[in-house]
Nanobody, 125 residues
């Protein structure tokens, strides 16, 4: 089992920045690729970003490229999502997820094995 706890969500205005963090505990963190997903009211959960086990490879959905940055610290067992130039359409509950499968980069929620409880991000215009 891997336990994931997100933090750092909150209220922001368009153009602001927020930094989400996810703390992992349980099994060896570096064995898992990590991802961030989000879910807005009435919408399906969507992929935001992912990072490989070593942190050497990152992947982003098109709508956040150039604005969001995913990173990880395999010593501190954390993964972060730096979100810049926030837009109202970024409003959602953001979830951290861990994947043992090598297909994590495809961004399918089914490819992830463990999930955090989510943290709300609300961006006003």
């Amino acid at each position: 089992q891997v336990q994931l706890v997100e933090s750092g969500g909150g209220l922001a205005q368009a153009g602001d920045s927020l930094r989400l963090s996810c703390a992992a505990s349980g099994r060896t963190f570096s064995n898992y690729a990590m991802g961030w997903f989000r879910q807005a009211p009435g919408k399906e959960r969507e992929f935001v970003a992912a990072i490989s086990r070593s942190g050497g490879n990152t992947y982003y959905t098109d709508s956040v490229k150039g604005r969001f940055t995913i990173s990880r610290d395999n010593v501190k067992n954390t993964v972060t999502l730096q979100m810049n130039i926030l837009k109202p359409e970024d409003t959602a509950v953001y979830y951290c997820a861990a994947a043992i499968s090598g297909s994590y980069y495809r961004g399918h929620p089914g490819g992830y094995d463990y999930w955090g409880q989510g943290t709300q991000v609300t961006v006003s215009s």
